[in-house]
């Protein structure tokens, strides 16, 4: 399924906010390609997600904009905005942003109308 391949081919392996290192710039690099690779698998994946028509990510990989043929999403284009999350915060984290402070926007939006049809960012995940 494409959402487990999404979550696992953007891990990073992070400095834990330190300053990015040159290898946690490869690994950025890496890991901001392998995302590349997965949004264009959910953009071809028109059986679990038939309705994205774009993914758009910001390049400080703070904001997801995923913009939906209309205002209905089903179930596994909602459970996208988890792995966004994910991938987001990694992002940020090897570019040595603190853990504390990376924090990812997912924005659903409906192409017909331009309207957001929902937004939430990962300060809303539950951690322990």
Known sequence: MTICVFILMTGCNSS???A???ETTSVE???GNALAD???TILDDKEYYPDITSIEVTSDYTVFTIT????VMNTYESMLVMSFYTAGNEQQIAAGVSPEDAKT???YINGSTNEIIS??????MITE
């Open 29 to 31: 690099a890496d890991s």
């Open 68 to 71: 939906l043929e209309s205002d």
């Open 105 to 107: 926007t997912v924005r």
């Open 38 to 40: 997965s949004i264009q």
């Open 20 to 22: 990015p290192s040159e």
């Open 119 to 124: 937004e939430t960012d990962s300060s809303t």
């Open 16 to 18: 834990k906010g330190a």
